[in-house]
């Protein structure tokens, strides 16, 4: 599929997952913004990607995820946009570190690149979850930080008609799979292929999700339904109502 003339941001595009999804998204002919707080691992990134994708657009935006203050200049450095996927997570024993990268980040990022996303002709904001946080365990500072992050997902659908906005999470990813992982799991370039479909199909609605269609860990996207505790709105309110308190800003 052709995606020529727009523009797309992927953060924590310089490695895993999020390379893959830059690097498959460059494939269309758009220009893809890689996100990254470190610009050696971009610039290596860019170089593999145009190994791969001849002549591929591509370029860096310094973005750290955990420096809420830093974001408001990183969105400014874009003139353009019609996709930011929210990919960077990380999973660490700081658990406020973690929440701040996974999901505050994306949120306060997000809300400075409503105006830009508005602007566009379908302006669409890909949220990036684990089957983890669908069900989210006491003491499971990891799944709460990602269900955080899909619940917003949810949240911004009902909020904004401005944008679109899809959840998506990746299944089971491991950097090289070996058999027997391989029957369960998949590598990390299948566990672009959710977030890419969430860039680029026109059928996907806003409020939507996708994942791996075997047992949501590996396989071709599918849209999965909604449920438990990703379908509590009342959740999703007091998510996005907290995060506003935490941050001072607001996707609006
Ligand atoms: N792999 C899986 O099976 C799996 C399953 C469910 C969900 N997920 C989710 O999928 C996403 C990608 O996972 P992955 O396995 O590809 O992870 P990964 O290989 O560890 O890559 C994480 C990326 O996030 C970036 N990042 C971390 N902290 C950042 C910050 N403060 N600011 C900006 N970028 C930052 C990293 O950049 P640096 O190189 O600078 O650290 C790196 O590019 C994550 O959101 C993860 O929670 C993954």
Redesign the pocket.
């Known amino acids: 599929m052709s995606a020529e003339g727009k523009t797309f941001l992927v ?10 999804v830059a690097e498959q998204l460059a494939g269309t002919g758009a220009t893809v913004i890689l ?4 610009a050696t ?1 971009a610039d290596a ?1 860019m170089a593999s990607i145009r190994a791969v994708v001849p002549g591929a657009r591509v370029r860096h935006l310094q ?5 809420l203050t830093s974001l408001k200049a990183a969105a400014g450095e874009l003139d353009r946009l019609d996709a930011v996927v ?6 660490i024993d700081d658990a406020e ?1 973690m929440y ?3 999901h505050l ?1 994306h949120f306060v990022l997000v809300s400075w690149l409503m105006p830009l996303l508005a602007a566009a002709p379908e302006g669409r904001v890909v949220t ?6 669908k069900k989210v365990k006491d003491g499971d500072a ?1 799944a709460r ?2 269900q955080a ?1 899909m619940l917003f997902g949810f949240e911004l659908a009902r909020r904004q008609s401005a944008v679109t906005s899809i959840v998506n ?7 090289s799979i070996t058999f027997p992982a391989s029957l369960l ?1 998949q590598d ?1 370039a299948a ?1 672009a292929w959710p977030a890419v479909q969430a860039v680029l199909d026109p059928d996907v609605r806003s409020g939507q999700m996708l994942g791996p269609r075997v047992f949501g860990l590996r396989g071709k996207p599918r849209i999965e339904p909604v449920r438990g505790q990703l379908a509590d709105e009342a959740l999703a309110a007091r998510v996005w109502e907290e995060s506003v308190e935490l941050t001072g800003v607001e996707p609006a």
């Open positions: 953060t924590g595009a310089n490695a895993g997952i999020g390379y893959h996100g990254s707080r470190s691992k990134a973005l750290d995820l955990a420096d929210c990919n960077a997570g990380v999973m570190l701040t990268t996974n980040g990036t979850g684990s089957l983890r946080g990891y930080s990602k992050q999470h990746p299944g089971g990813a491991l950097d799991l990390k566990g």
